[in-house]
């Protein structure tokens, strides 16, 4: 599996397009926990990613997400933008100078985007925050990459991790943010954060799976 610039690209606008169809979602369950901002806020973010990358002429993947990193960090309030912002910014080095990337450039990029948000956001796993969603995903793919298993299926995987991080965030405490000022009043709540996580990888997979069956 290799994913070219225009394919990069037509995949952010796929993301753009869920996070929009996902707005009230998302901000609901900020509602219940936070400030109520996180789906107005990714949508106006994401909303302004779709229009940057369209009037980008570059082939060069890197260049398309450090903009796209950047982007977000100008228009998403919250603590959101520095930490998406700082996770595409960080994928970006990893394919600097790539007109194509594969599987492996994916696992990386995750790794490092990361990496990323545990610098600027200084939490960890089971902080109840999008780690909770994103790393298990992580590993779930890195394995299924380990294991030689066809990229679609390692993407599935990856997706259902998320998912089931997304479950967790239900059952603890949050730690971090807003939300931690409830205590345990935030049991019973997903983490806005790793849903709106688990929502981007599930459109990379879903994505790349239609892509595939082309």
Known sequence: MSLTSNQTIFLLKEIGRTIEDNKTLLTELDGAIGDGDHGINMNKGFAAVVKKIDDMQTE?????LKTVGMTLVANVGGASGPLYG???I?????VAGKKEINLDDFVKMMEEAIEGIKMRGKAALGDKTMLDALEP???????AVKENLPAVDAFKKM????FQGVKY?????????????LGDRSIGHQDP?????????????KTIKK????
């Open 169 to 181: 965030t239900e059952e603890i405490a949050a730690k971090k943010g807003r939300a931690s000022y």
């Open 86 to 88: 700082t996770a595409f």
């Open 159 to 162: 997706t259902e991790a998320a």
């Open 137 to 143: 995903a992580y590993n779930s793919l890195n394995e």
């Open 211 to 214: 892509m595939v069956q082309r």
């Open 90 to 94: 960080k994928a970006a080095v990893i």
């Open 60 to 64: 060069d993947i890197g260049n398309i």
């Open 193 to 205: 954060g790793a849903v709106s996580s688990y929502l981007i990888l599930d459109t990379v997979y």
